[in-house]
């Protein structure tokens, strides 16, 4: 080959292509080639390694969207069972005897005497119900209706439809966790 023309082999994508060209502006325009390819390869090499870091910010943004989200469903499950508590309650078709036996159970005080303290309302349903000796109850506006404190020796037990529906709240979002 003469020294004007040259036969050169490319590296890389361009493997194999046998290139002939002549004098020095050969020579230019195959470095040329050979850098736009580097060029291309490194591109790409960069632009899947973004790619891949766009993947895993999307992966933890889904997981925690996956996780708000299931606390909002809790909040707001816990939020439509107050308010349908809360209307049972208003038009007095909640089982307010019912509520002040358990409390009066969970007390623990026996036959020990104890004042149970009850929403206006609710104390006027229970006015002809007998409930053990010693317990006396009491009307209350202080204890919201569907509510019941129980006043011992000991203390005060206090069941309240909010405090219920909070513990529950609290309780699933543990479950989350």
């Known amino acids: ?7 050169l082999q490319l590296p890389g994508p361009l493997a194999g292509v ?3 060209a ?3 502006a050969a020579v230019d325009a195959l470095r040329l080639e050979h ?3 580097e060029g291309e390869r490194q591109g790409r090499a960069d632009a899947g390694a973004a790619l891949d870091a ?3 910010r999307l992966e933890i943004f889904e997981q925690q969207a996956r996780a708000d989200l299931a606390t909002t469903a809790v909040e707001l499950g816990v939020e439509i069972a107050r308010a349908l508590l809360r209307g049972e309650i208003q038009h007095d078709r909640h089982d307010i005897e019912r509520i002040v036996r358990a409390t009066l159970a969970e007390a623990a005080t026996g036959r020990a005497p104890c004042v149970v303290h009850l929403h206006p309302s609710d104390h006027a349903r229970l006015a002809s119900t007998k409930f053990r000796s010693g317990t006396r109850l009491e009307p209350d506006v202080g204890v919201a209706r569907g509510d019941v404190h129980v006043e011992t020796s000991l203390g005060v037990l ?3 439809v909010d405090g219920a529906l909070d513990a529950v709240a609290r309780r699933l979002k543990e479950d989350l966790a």
Do not use: F, H, K
């Open 22 to 24: 002549s004098g020095a």
């Open 18 to 20: 046998r290139v002939l």
């Open 158 to 160: 206090v069941r309240d």
């Open 54 to 56: 766009a993947v895993a």
């Open 35 to 37: 850098a736009r390819a």
């Open 1 to 7: 080959m003469s020294p004007e023309r040259v036969a």
